[in-house]
């Protein structure tokens, strides 16, 4: 038997396949994550003209008192939800290697799993990704064991708050008290690590350039989770960006001013090259897509769009 081979493969994901579910779910429902869960693809829903100004969020329908209530349970479950997917990816390897005769067993309970990697690491056999780039499972190591605690009081004591969009966690362990506190941008720097490498393994995602600087980018968003090096990537991070605008007059005017302005929010410190994929919708259904490479997205703050403008960047309607 081949270690991590094709069937090896596809079990992983179906360990997994409902957590990736959950949370590409929820990042398109509101604003628990920046920006949604994909590593390299920003989603974003247009301004139309006249609404620089307005927001219209989950409790307009539902009433601020059950918005609120139902927003603050998204948030220590899609932090549950990232944590399994790395308890799986974990379990994964040390499965593998005892099928392989490497190790004699592999337990099942979350601190065992800690202590047999820890003890066996030498002797373990990993996936050719973290052969070759060993900081992935280094870094992913790293959080999964220090987010274990917070991790145990979400689950089994329920014990976490909400203040503002933070999600807080305060646990006692060893006669101390530890305290996490995740911002939105942490939490979804969390969720779109733990997504990308579990689809990497999987081989739902192909490994590149770009994929390896994004996944450094979000590492050290972590910094204080994980307590190791910072990786201070410096080069331009090429995106996609998926804009959705409403047909208005039959015309579709995209605010690329609103999108220039959610990049900077969501990525202050990096300098970052766009592909923006707009999907015209009428009706609620799309219509009509333009795909424009980085250096064809005009520099303007606008970009009105008739059925026959932009020919050569339509696509379509599949991709």
Do not use: C
């Amino acid at each position: 038997m081949t270690m991590f081979d094709l069937t090896s493969q596809t079990r992983l994901k179906g360990k997994m396949d409902y957590e990736l579910w959950f949370l590409e779910f929820i990042s398109k429902k509101e604003e628990i994550l920046e920006g949604g869960a994909k590593i390299s693809k920003i989603s974003l829903k247009n301004r139309q003209s006249g609404q620089e100004n307005v927001a219209i969020a989950v409790s307009d329908v539902m009433g601020s008192g059950a918005a609120l209530e139902v927003m603050n349970a998204m948030r220590p479950l899609t932090f549950a939800a990232s944590y399994k997917i790395l308890d799986v990816i974990f379990e994964w390897i040390l499965e593998e290697n005892r099928n392989a005769g490497k190790i004699k067993k592999a337990p099942w309970e979350f601190k065992r799993k800690i202590e047999s990697i820890s003890n066996s690491h030498s002797n373990l056999i990993l996936p050719n990704l973290f052969e070759t780039h060993p900081y992935m499972e280094k870094y992913l190591f790293q959080l999964y064991t220090n987010l274990l605690k917070f991790r145990n009081e979400i689950i089994h004591s329920h014990k976490f708050s909400v203040l503002g969009n933070n999600l807080r966690i305060e646990t006692a362990e060893g006669g101390q008290t530890h305290i996490l506190e995740l911002s939105p941008r942490e939490l979804g720097s969390f969720v779109k690590i733990v997504v990308a490498v579990a689809n990497l393994l999987a081989r739902e995602l192909s490994f590149d350039p770009n994929i390896d600087r994004l996944l450094k980018y979000y590492i050290d968003r972590l910094t204080k989770i994980h307590g190791l090096a910072e990786f201070k990537q410096p080069a331009p991070i090429p995106i996609d960006v998926d804009l959705e605008v409403f047909e208005e007059n039959k015309m579709f005017s995209a605010d690329l001013k609103f999108v220039r302005q959610e990049l900077s929010r969501i990525f202050p410190d990096v300098n970052i090259l766009f592909n923006l994929k707009i999907i015209g919708l009428a009706d609620g259904r799309p219509v009509m897509i333009w795909l424009l490479p980085f250096d064809s997205v005009p520099g303007g703050d606008r970009l009105e769009l008739s059925p026959d403008a932009y020919v050569k960047y339509r696509v379509p309607l599949t991709e």
